[in-house]
């Protein structure tokens, strides 16, 4: 009898925390935060909330609660993220606190990952993605994490860096499952996302991403046969080529993918997406909003004529 072919239930999980700390103290958890890409003008913050953690029990609690939960989903896929995506607004330190609980839970991703045989160089991208977020949350005018559940997909080994785009194993549920379905685009698919502050969205960059994805997943999971990659965004927004050169790097990346809709869902505007990844605030009037790139003209010019931006999803095969 041959043997079965790999299952996802069969991918290793990182152990429970044991009893006890769960963060270093003083310059090894300062180590700990620079190796995750925590900027430096974070880290004495950092500390100080680590030890106002340390003796406040009730917080401890909350603390300790919500990191066995998400070491126990690390190797797990699709799973409910168990985490609020503003954890843990109304705590003091709550801002810190995220941060440090992504810190606490590193050692077992990256054990979930050596165990797969992941690169350590992929391990370190993907999870260099906890300071970047902390930079886009600072720019954007709020401090800690806009959105803690967003990283749960990182650590616990959902999703990947690989050079200038991430990648998400998924098996789509819902209104994506009609889609993928409509598409005959199979049961996995990879869905492609596209972390701004990461450089130009060059096609040489995409080709390379891609071209790593289509041996990566393969090669560290055998039981998961991705046969496509979605993406939905606003940089597929059709309307973009109204504004942009022919050869703007996002009209090209428009052009790899075929259009991917959601039969169930309707096509409603979301002006606030764009405006929220390219100036950081969708409170100011469109006014006053800067107008250096063809992009950020683009956006306004639309809106302020009574226009609207939509994410659009798109499919290619890999």
Same mark, same amino acid.
């Given at each position: ?48 909330? &680590?030890?106002?953690?340390? +003796?406040? !029990?009730?917080?401890? =609690?909350?603390? #300790?609660?919500?990191?066995? %939960?998400? @070491? $126990? ?90 050079? &200038?785009?991430?990648?998400? +194993?998924? !098996?789509?549920?819902? =209104?994506?499952? #009609?889609?993928?379905?409509? %598409?005959? @685009? $199979? ?132």
């Amino acid at each position: 009898m041959e043997p079965r072919p790999p299952h996802p239930s069969d991918q290793p999980h990182a152990p429970r925390p044991p009893e006890g700390p769960y963060l270093p103290a003083d310059e090894d958890l300062a180590e700990a935060l620079l190796a995750l890409a925590v900027p430096f003008e974070e880290v004495n913050g950092l500390l100080a909330a &680590r030890t106002r953690l340390a +003796r406040d !029990r009730g917080v401890r =609690a909350l603390f #300790e609660e919500t990191l066995h %939960a998400q @070491a $126990g989903a690390v190797g797990t896929l699709g799973e409910p993220a168990g985490i609020d995506r503003d954890w843990p607004a109304g705590v003091a330190d709550g801002a810190g606190l995220a941060t440090l609980l992504f810190t606490a839970l590193a050692p077992y991703t990256r054990a979930h990952h050596r165990a797969l045989g992941v690169p350590p160089e992929v391990t370190r991208s993907t999870l260099a993605d906890l300071g970047r977020q902390l930079v886009v949350s600072r720019w954007r005018g709020h401090s800690g994490l806009g959105n803690p559940r967003w990283l749960t997909l990182h650590f616990r080994g959902e999703l990947f860096q690989l050079g &200038r785009l991430q990648f998400q +194993r998924r !098996r789509p549920t819902g =209104a994506d499952t #009609e889609a993928a379905r409509a %598409a005959e @685009a $199979g049961e996995w698919t990879i869905q492609v996302h596209i972390p701004d502050h990461c450089g130009p969205l060059s096609p040489e960059a995409c080709d390379r991403a891609l071209d790593r994805a289509r041996a990566f997943f393969p090669r560290y999971f055998p039981g998961e046969p991705y046969r496509n990659a979605c993406v939905f965004s606003w940089l597929l927004d059709p309307q973009l080529a109204d504004y942009l050169p022919e050869d703007s790097n996002i009209l090209r990346f428009q052009r790899r993918f075929a259009p991917l809709r959601r039969p169930s869902r309707p096509h409603v505007p979301e002006d606030t997406n764009p405006l929220r990844y390219v100036f950081g605030d969708v409170d100011r009037p469109l006014e006053s909003l800067p107008r250096d790139t063809v992009v950020q003209r683009a956006l306004v010019d639309h809106l302020r004529a009574g226009g609207h931006w939509y994410v659009c999803g798109g499919r290619l095969a890999l």
